[in-house]
């Protein structure tokens, strides 16, 4: 059976080959393409994923592995940077949607699969979003799911082998796009400078913080916790997991924590007070 705590990062990975004297791009590589997709995820916990992986095709699987991830990070930008952002216009019924509901990445792909079916609804969603003045590499994300939907729901058909491979490919390649804008942006907290000037300490960490306190609340609901207090030290604990895992330096997140919750922005501190018993 498949152990998910035997995965290593591939940082720590490419450390262990480092330290062998055999380290090289193709080591990473192989091991990159030899794991089955989504097995270094959290992406069968999920009930509808569950349900339904079985089936997608093998290239569909990595797509979705990957696109699980990215969610939380699309779903950061939209709801940290793009929401306070008044130059953009570049707001999607897509996008809409993920303002107004908690999704986690398991419900958004329920209402990806299920709720946008209509050729209509798919094209509509591409053109508007590749019509934007305003385009830029985060929206990868969103085009990259609507060639996926193009090829998932209307060209998985022998006769359209070839359209389904190249819409599959566009999907590939605007996933890869999004990709490389999060590495670029959010792991060089390039972002967080350019948007957060006064928390410079964001980072992937206060990500992580904002996703496990909506998992929780959606997961568990109010009330789980006696007090405000034990929320942060809770988070401190499954940061400093996250920590050993990418290895940052870092020893305690507690002072950021605080620094979070008592910015001016209210957002993360609704987050801490909806977990509290009342």
Same mark, same amino acid.
């Given at each position: 059976m498949f152990d998910k705590k035997g995965l290593k990062s591939a940082r720590k990975y490419m450390d262990e080959l480092n330290k062998q004297g055999n380290a090289s791009p193709t080591h990473y590589y192989i091991r990159e393409f030899?794991?089955?997709p989504g097995l270094s995820t959290f992406i069968l916990n999920g009930d509808f994923l569950q349900e339904v992986w079985g089936d997608f095709t093998q290239p569909e699987k990595r797509f979705i592995a990957h696109l699980y991830e990215q969610y939380y990070v699309w779903r950061y930008f939209l709801l940290n940077i793009r929401k306070r952002d008044n130059?953009? #216009?570049c707001i999607t019924p897509l996008q809409q949607a993920a303002f107004e509901n908690h999704w986690?990445?398991?419900?958004?792909?329920?209402?990806?699969? +299920? +709720?946008l079916t209509t050729f209509e609804q798919i094209s509509e969603g591409l053109d508007r979003i590749k019509n934007f003045e305003k385009y830029q590499p985060a929206d990868a994300f969103e085009a990259s799911c609507y060639f996926f939907l193009i090829a998932y729901h209307y060209l998985k058909d +022998?006769? #359209?082998?070839m359209e389904y491979q190249n819409a599959l490919s566009e999907a590939l390649e605007h996933q890869g796009e999004f990709r490389g804008w999060a590495a670029a942006m959010l792991y060089k907290n390039e972002l967080y400078e350019k948007f957060e000037k006064k928390d410079k300490d964001l980072g992937i960490f206060k990500l992580k913080a904002t996703s496990l306190l909506e998992e929780w609340y959606i997961n568990s609901g109010s009330g789980i916790f006696k007090s405000d207090t034990e929320v942060q030290s809770r988070l401190n604990e499954e940061l400093l997991k996250l920590n050993n895992e990418i290895m940052?330096?870092?020893e305690d997140f507690s002072t950021s924590i605080k620094n979070w919750y008592d910015a001016k922005n209210p957002d993360f501190k #609704?987050?801490?007070?909806?977990l509290v018993h009342k």
């Amino acid at each position: 059976m498949f152990d998910k705590k035997g995965l290593k990062s591939a940082r720590k990975y490419m450390d262990e080959l480092n330290k062998q004297g055999n380290a090289s791009p193709t080591h990473y590589y192989i091991r990159e393409f030899g794991h089955l997709p989504g097995l270094s995820t959290f992406i069968l916990n999920g009930d509808f994923l569950q349900e339904v992986w079985g089936d997608f095709t093998q290239p569909e699987k990595r797509f979705i592995a990957h696109l699980y991830e990215q969610y939380y990070v699309w779903r950061y930008f939209l709801l940290n940077i793009r929401k306070r952002d008044n130059k953009s #216009t570049c707001i999607t019924p897509l996008q809409q949607a993920a303002f107004e509901n908690h999704w986690d990445a398991n419900d958004f792909f329920s209402y990806l699969l +299920e +709720e946008l079916t209509t050729f209509e609804q798919i094209s509509e969603g591409l053109d508007r979003i590749k019509n934007f003045e305003k385009y830029q590499p985060a929206d990868a994300f969103e085009a990259s799911c609507y060639f996926f939907l193009i090829a998932y729901h209307y060209l998985k058909d +022998e006769s #359209t082998r070839m359209e389904y491979q190249n819409a599959l490919s566009e999907a590939l390649e605007h996933q890869g796009e999004f990709r490389g804008w999060a590495a670029a942006m959010l792991y060089k907290n390039e972002l967080y400078e350019k948007f957060e000037k006064k928390d410079k300490d964001l980072g992937i960490f206060k990500l992580k913080a904002t996703s496990l306190l909506e998992e929780w609340y959606i997961n568990s609901g109010s009330g789980i916790f006696k007090s405000d207090t034990e929320v942060q030290s809770r988070l401190n604990e499954e940061l400093l997991k996250l920590n050993n895992e990418i290895m940052s330096g870092r020893e305690d997140f507690s002072t950021s924590i605080k620094n979070w919750y008592d910015a001016k922005n209210p957002d993360f501190k #609704t987050l801490i007070k909806r977990l509290v018993h009342k």
